[in-house]
């Protein structure tokens, strides 16, 4: 399963590095590598090979017709100052992409939910992204996050991460159809793992 998901890591960098290319993302392309090599010897809790999430996220966005050469990088990057203290004056990427990679990076003990969540406010394309990635990790975390860490990642989902798209759809109405997807993305991930928990632990008290 290791080698698979290696492999899985290589097709989809690959695929991503072809499609920006094709669409002359030219900070993608910059920021793409330095992932990479950023995240090289990181895994997720799941085992998998931790740059599968960003690129994930990426695929994410083209997927819902959001891409673009700044959410592109800054899904490639919205990780790497909170999780590997990156540096991204390092590589030649636009003032843009660096803000957007500051407003999703979470410092813990120097800002609370509140301020977080309230900064990702000031940026279209920090909201987009954010919903993404927590797409994607509600999605991964069965098999990652213990029950009690799994209640409270949805309860900080429902109270901060829905409502940012509900803000978003309001101020850009321009992208409320796409906006109202990734909510419903979100809203059925959380409905549904509450369910299955709910389950689970009605089974465990009925067994005990």
């Not at 690959?14 to 995240?39: D, G, R, T």
């Not at 991460?161 to 850009?172: E, M, R, S, T, W």
Request: proline share 2%.
């Amino acid at each position: 399963m290791e080698v698979k998901n290696e492999l899985n890591s290589k097709e989809m960098y690959y695929y991503l590095e072809n499609y920006c290319q094709k669409k002359q993302y030219q900070n993608a392309l910059i920021s793409l590598p330095f992932a990479k090599e950023v995240h090289k010897n990181q895994k997720r809790i799941g085992g998998d090979p931790y740059i599968i999430h960003p690129l994930s996220v990426a695929f994410f966005t083209i997927g819902v017709g959001l891409d673009s050469d700044n959410i592109i990088s800054g899904c490639l990057l919205h990780d790497t100052i909170e999780d590997q203290n990156a540096d991204l004056d390092l590589i030649n990427i636009n003032q843009e992409i660096k803000d957007i990679v500051n407003l999703l990076t979470f410092i813990k003990g120097k800002m609370s939910k509140d301020e977080y969540f309230n900064k990702i406010r000031t940026n279209i394309n920090a909201i987009i992204i954010k919903l993404i990635d927590r797409i994607h990790n509600l999605s991964t975390m069965n098999n990652a996050f213990s029950i009690d860490k799994m209640k409270k990642y949805l309860i900080e989902t429902e109270n901060y991460v829905i409502p940012l798209a509900d803000d978003a759809k309001n101020q850009y109405p321009n992208l409320a159809r796409k906006l109202w997807i990734l909510k419903f993305y979100l809203t059925t991930l959380v409905n549904t793992t509450n369910y299955v928990i709910n389950e689970e632990e009605k089974l465990v008290r009925k067994i005990s």
